[in-house]
Structures are given as C-alpha cells and as structure tokens.
C-alpha cells in the first residue's frame, strides 16, 4: 500500500482541523416537518368530510356525479358523488357527500329538488343552471329528526329559504288559470305568489296554496275577500265601460288580488293556513256575503223562460238573494202549469243583523215579525226582465198596495212567499185590453163622416181663398200707411223741427215763470206796490 | 467501469468538492479542510445516506397529499372545480389530446415515483453492501440525476397558467395545495439525489477487492 502512495505525485495536505460529529444528522427535521404537514392536511381532510346522504329522484337528467352540487341559499353544502338505479330500476338514487356541519340541515322535514331553468309565465328562475348546469336546491325542515335518506320534490317549492310571510289557502271549484307562481297581488302590488294547488279528494274543487310575503301577510284579516285577477274584467254599466285589471303580468298569466273591505273595527290578522273562499270577480268577492241564507219558494203562473238558477233577487233594486231551483210542477187533477222557484235570501241583506249566531232563536222571530210585515204592506215577489237582449229574468220584490192581501205560512217548509204576475205578463194583459176597445170601435162610421167633413171643408177653403185676395189689397193700402208714418216721424222731419222749437219756447216761458214766481215770493208787496227800482 | 479498481480513499486521498484540489490528511487527523479554498474535506459525503434518507422519506410523504389533494381549482361561471393530478390526466386524456395527457402523467406521476423508488433502491443497495450492477446502479444514479431538473415542469405550468388566466369574474385558475406537496416532492427527490453520494455504490466492491486481494 505504501508502495501505490509512492507512485502518485506528491500531494498537499490539508489543514487540520478539529470537527465535532453528531450521530444524527439535523436533516432529519426535513422529513418530520414533511410528516407534520401532511398528517395535519389529512386530517382536516377528514374532518372536513360532512355526512353523506341518500336522495331519491325520478329522474338524474342534469345531474353528474362529482359535478352537481347542493346549494342552499347560493352556498354550496354538497355535492353528489355518485349516482346509481334503485333496485327496482325506476328510480335514481345520488349519493351526496355533504359538507362539514351540515348535520343541523338534514332533518325529516327537509327537501331536496333539482334546480333547472324554469321559465313560466309568471317568472325565468334558474336561469344560472342553463351554464353551470343543474344544481340540488335545498330547503331546511325545521325538524329535530336526523334523516340520511331523503325523496326529491318533482317541482321545485315556490317559496324558499325561510322567507318570512304566511300561507293561506283558498278554495276554488275551478283552478282557471292559476299555476304554481302565479303573482297575488295587493292594491295591484304583487306581495306573494301561488305555491302549490292540490285538487280535493273528491274532485269537487282545488285548495290553491298561497304564500303572502310580510309584511303584506298583515293585511289579510279573516274578512279578507280573494278574487280571481285573470286577465281583463269588462264591465259595461250606466256609468261607461269600465275595464279592471290588475297588471300586465297578470293580463297574460293570471293572477290572484285580495283586498280587505274597510270596517270600523280592525279585525286581528288572519292566522297561517286560514281558508278563504276564492271567487271569480272582484265584484262578487265584494257581494254581502250570504252567511246565513234563508230558502222561500214563489210560485208563478206564468212563462218562467230566462229564469236561471243564479238569477239575482232584488228588493227594490237591491240584490238581497238569487235563483237557487226553477222547477216545473203540474197538477194533474186541475191541468194547472205552476213553476215553483226556489230562492235563498240572505237576511243580513235584507237589514237584520247577525249581532251574535247564539241569539238564534231572535234572529229568527225577528225575520219571520219583518217578512210577514213586509207582505202586508203588499210587497210581492214578480219577474222582471233584466236585460231585453238576453232575455234574461229575475226575481224582483216590490211594494205592490193594489195587490190582494195574502199571508206567510211559516209552518211551509220552504216558506212560500206570494207574489203577483210579471210585469211583462201585466203590459200583455192591458195591451190586449187596448186592442180589443179599438177592435170595437165604429171605424165604418167615423171614415164616412170624415169624408164628409173633408167635403165640406174644400168648400170653404174656396170662400177662403177670395177672402184672402182682398186681404192683399188691404194690407197692401196698409203698407202705404205705415210709410207716411214713418216719414212723419224720420229724424229729419219738418214736424220734429218745429216741435223742437216750440219746446224750446215752452221751456223759456216756463223759466219766466219761474222768475217771476220767485220775485214774488220774495216781494209780495210787488203785487200791489208794483215793482220797486233797480237793485239795492 | 473497471471493478476493483483502487479508489482514492483507500490511498488516503481527498478531493475537494468545491476546487477539486487533491490533498491527504495531516498523518492521524481526520480530513480537515482544503488548503486552497478552505472548504471543509471529506472523502465521501458527510452522513450521506442518513441525509438521502431524510430527503427521501420526506419526499415519500409529500408525495402522497401531492397526488390526492387538488393541483389546480378552476373557477368559471360554472362553477368552481379543483382537479388532481391523476384527474388533470383523465381530464385531459382524449383522442387528440393524449399525447399531451402522456406528457403530464410521464412527467408528474411516473418520474417522480421512479426517482423515490430509484433512490430507495440506491440507498438499500449500497446499505446492505451490495457489489452487484455497480454500473447499472451508477448509470440509474445519473439518470435521476439528470431528470431531476426537468421535474419542476409541471410546478411552472400550473403556476404560470394561474398568473396569466386571472379573467375576473368570468374564469380564474388558482393553484391548489397538492402542487405546493409536488413542489416539495421535485426539491426534496433533487436534495436527495444531492446528498447521496455515488461513491458509495463502489465501495463495498473496493473494499471487497482489497480483502479478497489483501
């Protein structure tokens, strides 16, 4: 070995020097600070891992797996990680890995639904989606259940996120053209929206679902009237052509509009979820509600042609009840036609109050002291024509004091009402009675006298017509008159000269006088005395 | 590379990493410093191994959070999306666009995990005393050499495409924590590689040479 050191030129040597050494090399921090890291990262990886949850849709259209999120107010809280067919094959089941602390949210009474864009009459929602496409929108419950595996709404809920306001609903035998969002509006603001309509079980109509935003949601009182806003209410009336509607909005979709009629007393708001009748005009949502309607029945012999049911009943012009049944009775023994109408008079309209329902029995003493009190001052029930290019009948009652006495049998059930013939029934009668004294009169007689008359005064016009030609002469001498007249009087005129002069003279002698008379008042003694010498 | 070859240790030379000066140590003084330029002499790496390991291990931790956490979020009027590596090479994997999908798994997934596994190799091999493929063992120690410069490729892409697409509102590239991991893996594998000192794989072989032929 020495040898080899011996063949390589000579080398330096390196300076001494002294080196501490340490078992462990420093660079070991390198990889704990590396484990450090990491293990923190994993572990706030897996903490911010949030529950996962089942969801059931009809159909994954729009949706991705890893793409799709949940979004809650905008705020993403999931995505769906993985999408899959239920057993059975009909539907969708996504998995959704939720975000951390999102437990609160996923109780029983929460809901899921795709967002898609949507665009109704009444609003473009979603429209973000037609790029990102589709997200899961979801609405809180407000449940204290913990639920994993939920079902998604088919249509998205109109009202979301907690907006404050209340829901009511309204009843309607017929959905028009209402539609999930369709727009309620308040003093033609729009305040809320139609949220779901659901027909009822027996078909006999819709219970439509409203949500009205507060504050508005304070205006509805349980005297609150809804009525159907749908396009253009055309009234025709004495006063002119009356067009309402609501707002454009509402010309093309519909809509609904309530309005609370002014009362002395503020009634308290109505509660979430009270029913309401819907009606179809704003007009009849304002009619008196007939509370308490009472059932009569009128008996007429004549043709009832036009008379519906829903005819209105007026007392005086007043609608106090309309038309429930027009029936046709015929009594075989007697062959006699009658037509018994059935009517519903609302006893509030007719001025009796419903202080208090408990007080029935009043109520009812004291409708039955006013009907019978109303028959004997001869109010009777007849048929009017309302409209002469319809056709169209209804059922009048009006004081009638020529009219046969008659009485109310109350122990009837309905309670027959008397009434008298139409007035239409009652112009044919004396039209009739006209016809027949002119079918009676002597017209033979009359046509010949008056030819003989005619005769006689052709007769006389002859004899007029000389007494006429003198007239002219006569009136033409009388022209020449009227200008002489004339002249004598002209402004220019010789008399009006001199009668001018001569008024003059008058007028001199007049002041003489006067002179005269004041010297003489002054100096009697002139009368005797004579006059005395000039001025003193 | 010629086995058995007598190597400068054995003789009790030294040479300088910095000047390349060739010294030998004051007769029973450790290796002290050089005379030329005062850096401090050794003959092999100080702690090399311990070092590589070091380097290595931590560069294996890195290197797990850099494949599963997101390199890139994109945010565009559809939303936000963060991709990993192996989704960036999925997402970019298409009829016409696959060489380019090739070019980032090559470059950010296999050569980084080549070279971990590379050095670990190394490190094992020359731990046990191995004095097989000494050669081949050199030439894979110069390969992951050379590699380790090209492995930033990806960290500058990302992070350029993050400076230049910054389209407010409409769409926004932001660099997500993975790349930050696989930034750390590249710095890490090249200390590593640094530290290890290629020497090292023949000197089980020279010394065995010399107690055979002693």
Redesign the interface.
């Known amino acids: 070995?020495a040898d080899?050191?011996t063949s390589?030129p000579p080398?330096?040597?390196?300076?001494?020097?002294a080196?501490r050494k340490t078992p462990?090399?420093v660079?070991?921090v390198?990889?704990i600070?590396?484990?450090v890291?990491?293990g923190w990262?994993?572990i706030s990886?897996i903490e911010s891992e949030g529950p996962k949850i089942h969801i059931v849709f009809a159909s994954a259209e729009g949706l991705e797996a890893g793409?799709t999120?949940i979004e809650y107010k905008g705020v993403e809280v999931g995505t769906i990680t993985t999408i899959r067919l239920t057993e059975d094959h009909q539907r969708v089941i996504a998995i959704a890995q939720m975000t951390p602390k999102t437990e609160p949210f996923l109780v029983d009474d929460t809901e899921f639904w795709v967002v898609r864009p949507r665009i109704s009459g009444a609003n473009v929602s979603g429209l973000g989606t037609l790029?990102?496409?589709a997200y899961i929108g979801v609405e809180i419950g407000a449940s204290k259940e913990p639920k994993r595996d939920f079902v998604a709404l088919e249509t998205p809920p109109v009202i979301t996120g907690g907006a404050p306001g209340r829901f009511f609903l309204l009843r309607t035998p017929d959905l028009g053209s209402l539609d999930t969002g369709t727009p309620v509006f308040f003093r033609r603001l729009q305040v809320g929206q139609v949220a779901s309509y659901l027909l009822n079980k027996n078909g006999q109509g819709f219970e439509v679902k409203i949500f009205v935003r507060a504050p508005y949601d304070q205006y509805v009182n349980p005297d609150t009237r809804f009525w159907q806003a749908s396009g253009i209410d055309m009234q025709l009336s004495a006063n002119g052509l009356s067009v309402q509607t609501q707002s454009l909005l509402s010309i093309l979709i519909g809509g609904i509009a309530f309005e609370t009629p002014a009362t002395e007393t503020v009634l308290p708001a109505a509660g979430a979820n009270t029913s309401f009748d819907l009606f179809d005009t704003r007009a009849q949502a304002f009619q008196p509600a007939s509370r308490h309607p009472q059932t009569y029945e009128l008996i007429f012999n004549e043709s009832v042609r036009g008379l519906a049911p829903g005819a209105p009943v007026e007392f005086r012009g007043i609608p106090v009840g309309e038309v429930a049944d027009v029936r046709a009775q015929i009594d075989v023994k007697t062959a006699e036609f009658t037509a018994p109408v059935t009517i519903h008079l609302d006893p509030q309209r007719l001025g009796i109050k419903v202080v208090d329902t408990s007080a029935g029995v009043n109520l009812e003493t004291m409708r039955r002291k006013l009907i019978d009190s109303l028959i004997s001052h001869g109010v009777r029930a007849q048929l009017r024509t309302g409209s002469l290019l319809t056709g169209a009948v209804y059922v009048a009652f009006d004081v009638f004091p020529d009219s046969p006495p008659a009485t109310v049998d109350w122990s009837r059930k309905p309670v027959r009402l008397p009434t008298i013939p139409g007035q239409l029934e009652a112009t044919e009668a004396s039209i009739e009675n006209v016809i027949k004294k002119i079918n009676q009169m002597p017209l033979q007689r009359i046509g010949d006298n008056l030819a003989k008359s005619l005769g006689d005064l052709d007769l006389t016009l002859v004899t007029a017509r000389g007494t006429l030609s003198s007239a002219q002469g006569t009136l033409v001498s009388a022209q020449g008159t009227l200008t002489n007249a004339g002249n004598l009087t002209g402004p220019n005129s010789a008399q009006l000269q001199q009668l001018d002069a001569t008024l003059q003279e008058v007028s001199r002698a007049a002041r003489s006088v006067r002179v005269l008379a004041d010297y003489l008042e002054r100096h009697p003694e002139s009368l005797i005395r004579g006059k005395q010498g000039g001025p003193k | 590379m010629a086995q058995g070859a007598a190597t400068a240790m054995q003789q009790g030379l030294q040479s300088c990493e910095v000047c390349g000066l060739l010294s030998h140590p004051a007769p029973g003084l450790e290796e002290g410093r050089c005379p030329r330029c005062d850096e401090e002499l050794a003959y092999r790496k100080p702690a090399s191994l311990q070092r590589t390991w070091a380097f290595l291990i931590a560069a294996a931790i890195c290197y797990i959070p850099a494949n599963v956490l997101p390199v890139l979020t994109t945010t565009t009027a559809a939303g936000a999306e963060s991709d990993t590596i192996l989704q960036g090479v999925v997402l970019l994997w298409s009829p016409t666009g696959w060489p380019l999908s090739l070019i980032v798994l090559v470059a950010s997934i296999m050569i980084p995990s080549a070279k971990i596994l590379s050095l670990g190799y190394l490190l094992i091999s020359v731990q046990r005393g191995s004095v097989r493929n000494n050669g081949q063992r050199l030439r894979l120690y110069r390969m992951v050499e050379f590699i380790g410069r090209w492995s930033m490729v990806d960290v500058f892409v990302d992070t350029f495409t993050a400076a230049l697409i910054q389209l407010q509102p409409l769409m926004s590239v932001e660099p997500g924590p993975g790349l930050f991991f696989f930034a750390a893996v590249v710095v890490l594998t090249m200390l590593a590689v640094e530290s290890f000192d290629p020497r090292l794989i023949w000197d089980a072989t020279s010394s065995q040479e010399v107690r055979h032929g002693g």
């Not at chain 1, 080398?11 to 020097?17: D, F, I, N, T, W």
Request: no cysteine; hydrophobic share 50%.
């Open positions: 070995m080899e050191r390589v080398v330096p040597e390196s300076r001494a020097v080196r462990i090399s660079v070991w390198i990889p600070i590396a484990a890291v990491g990262v994993a990886r793409k999120k790029i990102s496409g």
